[in-house]
């Protein structure tokens, strides 16, 4: 029990707040997902491949470039920053509100990829079916596609979560490391690795790998093709 | 679309080919052109990397051999020497890790040297501007310098985004030293909720230069001191934290070898290292590559060129040449 002694209150806080960035990082990007990977399996437009090029660049840059980025846009001095300062009076970066628009720039491919390819592979007969019956668009896509791709869905919210939560690059460029707002558990980790402090931070891979293994066990699980399909493709 | 996809595997590969025949050639001029140079391999802290590749550059042009630079932090080069990582030289930010490797056994305990001394300042932007008329008093030494400084904390806490960047105090030397300063001000606990932390001095100075923050600590060389040596960011401000404020910045090197080196006597303190007799003269001496090269940091020209670059010097003139003039007093073990 000796190893748990350095779990402090810091580290519970920054377990915390890395499980609440990585849900409502994972929600966010399920809302925005559905829509957009849905409209890209049913076009066939002459730039599609550019369109699916763009939203998966956030696999390329290396993390630290994307939040270099990302600090730049979110400072107070750059359009987007100030927007957002006037919207909320408060600050885009350094902030909790910054991380999660990080977080779902930086994931988006993650929830992408399982949902458009469970879209494709969907036999559109029963669209055809449903919409002979004379369902309404909303009501098809509730109804009929969301329950046929359960597991691409249930895929992309696991991926875009378990990869929120090994997010590193992008959180130590626009986090500053602010305890209980931006200290995220791989920043604390990190910081402990750095002091030479190594018990803790062995302790702390630990929870993160047991966390993680679990996460991903259970995903694989219960979709084990969906997941593996969009693993191997990303 | 396929043809598309095929054109653009097409130009991958002739691409690749051709990268492929450069490295090959690329190889082969290096092979040819050092057949009989010695290359050591120095790492170094984010900080001191700008001079110590200048420094290294020199040092090639005079003695022939070639230095490898590795770049990172202070922490992490230090995990990856303790694992085994072949540096002949590694230079810390601080003396704590290279003392670390001394304590683990990795590092003979006579191998360590400080070679330069870094110094705080603070950085604002220009729209901050404390009012002040007074001037400072010659009886009381700094106090002038505190109600600035304070005053300017103070100004930087509650304009635009209110916050105010350091390196962490945790792992950063600079870190430590903001802290210092700010605990001097009697402010450190006031300015918490306000504080950013970089993992080090450079992002620290990235948050300011990319205008999340007003304000900075940060190491007095990171700014524009020499116009050859930094290009300079328009419209900052630049004051130098007095040295009384907070604990002395010690940076120290060691050779990264069980057994002792021999640095003393200093040879480039008595050699004009525009004469290519001293370079001949250098070539027939039996000291270790690694060993030459921490000479020549610890040198008397090295040394005074340290505030160009925004650090002090550590090693002092005098001391300097003393070292030089001593007999070989040590022997390896």
């Known amino acids: 029990m000796e190893i748990f002694s350095s779990i402090t209150p810091g580290i519970i806080d920054a377990v915390w707040l890395t499980l609440k960035l990585a849900f409502i990082t994972s929600i966010i990007l399920l809302a925005i997902a559905l829509p957009l990977s849905w409209w890209l399996a049913n076009w066939q437009g002459r730039t599609k491949p550019l369109i699916m090029s763009v939203f998966a660049l956030p696999l390329v840059l290396p993390p630290t470039v994307l939040g270099f980025y990302l600090l730049i846009a979110f400072s107070p001095e750059s359009p987007l920053g100030q927007l957002w300062y006037n919207l909320s009076g408060n600050m885009l970066v350094f902030s909790f509100e910054g991380l999660v628009l990080g977080s779902v720039i930086y994931s988006l491919p993650f929830a992408l990829q399982p949902l458009y390819s469970g879209f494709v592979q969907l036999d559109k007969r029963y669209l055809e079916i449903a919409y002979s019956l004379g369902f309404s668009n909303v009501e098809r896509f509730f109804k009929i596609v969301i329950p046929l791709c359960k597991a691409p869905v249930v895929a992309a919210f696991g991926l875009s979560f378990a990869h929120t939560i090994g997010e590193f690059g992008v959180v130590l460029m626009i986090g500053g490391s602010i305890p209980g707002e931006t200290q995220v558990l791989s920043i604390a980790l990190y910081e402990q690795v750095e002091a030479l402090a190594y018990d803790q931070a062995h302790v702390l891979s630990l929870l993160l790998l047991v966390f993680s293994f679990i996460l991903l066990a259970a995903l694989y699980r219960f979709n084990g093709i969906a997941v593996s399909r969009s693993v191997n493709r990303s | ?333």
């Open chain 2, 1 to 333: 679309m396929r043809s598309t996809i095929r054109l653009v595997v097409k130009a991958l590969v002739i691409c690749s080919l051709f990268s492929v025949t450069l490295v090959f050639a690329q190889d082969k001029q290096d092979k040819q052109g050092s057949r009989n140079a010695e290359v050591i391999n120095v790492a170094v802290a984010a900080n001191f990397a700008a001079p110590l590749k200048a420094y290294a550059e020199q040092f090639s042009r005079i003695t022939g051999i070639e230095v490898n630079v590795t770049v990172a932090s202070s922490g992490t080069l230090f995990a990856q020497i303790q694992h085994g990582a072949k540096f002949d030289v590694f230079l810390s930010a601080d003396t704590a890790r290279p003392q670390a490797l001394i304590d683990a056994g990795k590092v003979h305990k006579d191998n360590m040297y400080q070679y330069a001394q870094g110094q705080l300042a603070f950085v604002y932007a220009s729209d901050i501007s404390p009012h002040i008329d007074a001037k400072p008093h010659k009886e009381e030494p700094y106090k002038e310098e505190s109600i600035y400084l304070y005053k300017l904390v103070k100004q930087v806490t509650t304009t635009g985004s209110g916050k105010l960047a350091v390196a962490n105090p945790l792992l950063a030397p600079y870190g430590e030293a903001a802290k210092n300063t700010l605990t001097h001000l009697d402010i450190w606990d006031e300015v918490q909720p306000s504080l950013v932390v970089g993992k080090n001095i450079l992002q620290a100075y990235q948050y300011f230069t990319t205008g999340g923050v007003k304000g900075a600590f940060i190491a007095y060389s990171s700014v524009n001191i020499d116009s050859t040596v930094n290009t300079s960011i328009p419209n900052i401000h630049v004051i130098r934290v007095p040295e009384a404020f907070y604990q002395p910045i010690t940076q120290a090197l060691v050779i990264n070898s069980n057994s002792k080196a021999v640095i003393t006597p200093n040879v480039f303190n008595t050699l004009d290292t525009s004469d290519t007799k001293g370079v001949e003269h250098l070539t027939e001496l039996t000291i270790l590559p690694s060993h030459l090269f921490v000479q020549y940091l610890l040198s008397d020209a090295v040394q005074s060129s340290l505030p160009r670059w925004g650090y002090k010097r550590s090693v002092s003139a005098k001391a300097s040449n003393e070292k030089a003039s001593s007999t070989k007093s040590s022997e390896p073990t």
